[in-house]
T-cell receptor, first 112, second 113 residues
Framework: NTKITQSPRYLILGRANKSLECEQH?????MYWYKQSAEKPPELMFL???????RNETVPSRFIPECPDSSKLLLHISAVDPEDSAVYFC????????????FGHGTKLSVL | AQKVTQTQTSISVVEKTTVTMDCVYE???????LFWYKQTASGEIVFLIR??????ENATVGHYSLNFQKPKSSIGLIITATQIEDSAVYFC??????????FGQGTKLSIKP
């Protein structure tokens, strides 16, 4: 799936700061960050539509999203906690309502 | 509260048979959208099929079809002529309230030769 690219694929962190990056080549207006913990379904963290943050679920303040342009999404993480170990998926859709989501391959974050 | 429930944790069937996966949902919205996604062993999440709540006809895409029973708040996924590569975790999901897609817990499907 080269339509949505995420980097890095794997990330091992102590209590450091890092940013996850996502870029979609589909011309979609809506972009999402989802967190999937082990043996759990994906859970929505943030949703941007037309570069505006329209959904901000209950997420620790150490996670800060950024949408520098309509095709890019960043997730800045500061002072990670062991509970942050998970796979973080970027996704996009044409609109944030009833459209199917396209997912990236995810970034697997392991916190030491 | 909005909720999606998949009670089948895992299912195992023989290749080339038909399998049905269950999903029930709770919502107060009059209009909503239901989806099935597949997550492969590599972790990739792929959209399979969608049902709009206002449509009476069951959606069908390839060898995937849905059994939509609105009065029962049920949206079952039917896979016919299963293949080994259908082995994956299948998630039922509901989209409501401007983009919040909530997923069920998933059903792990194993296809045996």
């Amino acid at each position: 799936n080269t339509k949505i690219t995420q980097s890095p694929r794997y990330l091992i962190l102590g209590r450091a700061n890092k940013s996850l990056e996502c870029e979609q080549h589909l011309g979609h207006n809506a972009m999402y960050w989802y967190k999937q913990s082990a043996e759990k379904p994906p859970e929505l963290m943030f949703l941007y539509n037309l570069k505006q943050l329209i959904r901000n679920e209950t997420v620790p303040s150490r996670f800060i999203p950024e949408c520098p342009d309509s095709s890019k999404l960043l997730l800045h993480i500061s002072a990670v906690d062991p509970e942050d170990s998970a796979v973080y998926f970027c996704a996009s859709s044409q609109a944030p309502t009833n459209e199917r989501l396209f997912f990236g391959h995810g970034t697997k974050l392991s916190v030491l | 509260a909005q909720k999606v429930t998949q009670t089948q944790t895992s299912i195992s069937v023989v290749e080339k048979t038909t399998v049905t996966m269950d999903c029930v949902y709770e919502t107060r919205d009059s209009s909503y959208f239901l989806f099935w996604y597949k997550q492969t062993a590599s972790g990739e999440i792929v959209f399979l099929i969608r049902q709009d709540s206002y449509k009476k006809e069951n959606a069908t895409v390839g060898h995937y079809s849905l059994n939509f029973q609105k009065p029962k708040s049920s949206i079952g996924l039917i896979i016919t002529a299963t293949q080994i590569e259908d082995s994956a975790v299948y998630f039922c999901a509901m989209n409501y309230n401007q983009g919040k897609l909530i997923f069920g817990q998933g059903t792990k499907l194993s296809i045996k030769p």
